[in-house]
């Protein structure tokens, strides 16, 4: 079964960074948008960063605007989350997904997504 593996989880302190991965194993997706998403205990799958498939073009939601940063290295195959000035309220899974779409589009439900991972914990806590 094809999928993503996430990596890169951990637990931090309130301000702290952490930089996620999203790679890809024995396959490659170039035309699909990229997106991270999250799920906090007792909360929704959410969407909170993409980046479409020409990897030029990048959207963050309003909560993490400004303190996350997706990116992508089409040569390892792998797309990142850069996580800064964490805060508890960040605590949650973080998995990615491929979307059906070349482009970035938060009303996109979920079951349209593919090559989910298992996703990766990150804690923020002191």
């Known amino acids: 079964q094809l999928q993503f593996v996430e990596s890169g989880g951990g637990s931090v302190q309130p301000g702290g960074s952490l930089r996620l991965s999203c790679a890809a194993s024995?396959?490659?997706?170039?035309?699909?948008?990229i997106v991270w998403f999250r799920q906090a205990p007792g909360k929704e799958r959410e969407p909170i960063a993409c980046?479409?498939?020409?990897?030029?073009?990048?959207d963050h939601r309003d909560s993490v605007k400004g303190r996350f940063t997706i990116s992508s290295d089409r040569a390892k195959n792998t797309v990142s989350l850069q996580m800064n000035s964490l805060k508890p309220e960040d605590t949650a899974v973080y998995y990615c997904?491929?979307?059906?779409?070349?482009?970035?589009?938060?009303?996109?439900?979920?079951?349209?997504?593919?090559?989910w991972g298992q996703g990766t914990q990150v804690t923020v806590s002191s």
């Open positions: 997904a491929a979307g059906p779409d070349y482009w970035c589009s938060w009303s996109t439900p979920k079951w349209k997504y593919a090559y």
């Open positions: 024995g396959f490659t997706v170039h035309d699909r948008a």
């Open positions: 980046i479409s498939s020409s990897r030029t073009t990048t």
